[in-house]
């Protein structure tokens, strides 16, 4: 029986220039899918998975990432005032509470593996969680929730990992695994971005993660990766050999939100499972499609 994961690293430090020019003046974390930032729903998913502690690896202009999590007390008189009870637990589902978030400044874009070593003193000698807010995924048990779970059995180190295209394999970290059946598939190999004729697999990594303590003494000895990063896949690759590495071919459908395809697709798919939603955002689709049919 593994100790329990209570710790998660949030990197949110990279400047979203996919979103320009919205993400000139707001962090792309703070961006809403229907009526909820990203980060909020990352905040939630770790929250459920008995995460006590957030750790926030971000950068200069992220201003408004952390006044998002602080008490609003102008606001809350207001609605109290209003007498508008609904919406004043919709913002205290948003407050932290004091010391449970640690924010940590990353000086560089050096990549994935650079921003989680920037919270090493931290980690101590704890096993983590890592949460891409970009990976948004929509279950009916949250996604680390699920990996917490196998992760207690297994121990070592947890990746997510979710099927792609061929093509789609040089945009991710991809494993080659013992056995595909399984839902905790033991690792034996990781390779940053391979061309899809290099590829062991098109079983690629997503931005969920429980990591061993000892990964952090790798990513101080790792060197520049794929395109000429710290590239986290390298560091969870070391670790194969030692305490092991288990992929987890979790339940759900996840979207990128870090492209723009994606975070469409993903307003649309939240805003079919609203109730208070799903009859007129239906309706317009549809009737959206009958008009290109008769274009």
């Known amino acids: 029986m593994t100790r329990k994961v209570t710790k998660a690293i949030f990197p949110v430090a990279g400047l979203g220039t996919r979103f320009l020019p919205a993400t000139k003046s707001i962090p792309k974390e703070i961006m809403t899918l229907v009526d909820r930032p990203l980060i909020q729903y990352a905040i939630d998913e770790a929250r459920d998975a008995g995460i006590e502690e957030f750790i926030f690896v971000t950068s200069r202009g992220k201003s408004a990432l952390s006044d998002y999590f602080d008490d609003s007390p102008v606001l809350e008189a207001e609605l109290k005032r209003k007498n508008k009870t609904d919406l004043l637990e919709v913002l205290h589902a948003t407050n932290m509470e004091s010391g449970q978030i640690a924010y940590v400044r990353q000086a560089g874009a050096k990549g994935l593996g650079h921003a989680v070593a920037c919270a090493r003193r931290l980690i101590h000698d704890e096993c983590f969680a890592v949460i891409l807010p970009d990976d948004v995924i929509m279950s009916d048990k949250p996604c680390l929730a699920q990996m917490m779970e196998a992760h207690a059995e297994t121990g070592g180190s947890m990746v997510a990992a979710m099927e792609v295209r061929p093509e789609e394999t040089s945009s991710y970290g991809i494993l080659e695994v013992e056995d595909t059946t399984s839902q905790a598939m033991k690792v034996r190999g990781m390779v940053e971005k ?43 690759a070391r670790e194969i050999d030692g305490e092991g590495v288990h992929a987890y071919r979790f339940e759900g459908q996840r979207y990128d939100c870090g492209s723009k395809a994606g975070f469409l697709q993903a307003t649309v798919a939240f805003g079919l499972a609203r109730d208070d939603l799903r009859e007129e955002l239906g309706e317009f689709i549809a009737a959206l499609n009958l008009s290109r049919e008769q274009d």
Do not use: C, F, H, W
Request: charge should be negative; proline fraction near 7%.
């Open 194 to 236: 391979p061309k899809s004729e290099d590829a062991p697999s098109n079983l690629a990594v997503i931005g969920r993660y429980i990591l061993s303590p000892n990964i952090m003494n790798s990513l101080s000895g790792l060197g520049a990766g794929a395109g000429g990063e710290i590239q986290l896949t390298d560091a969870i």
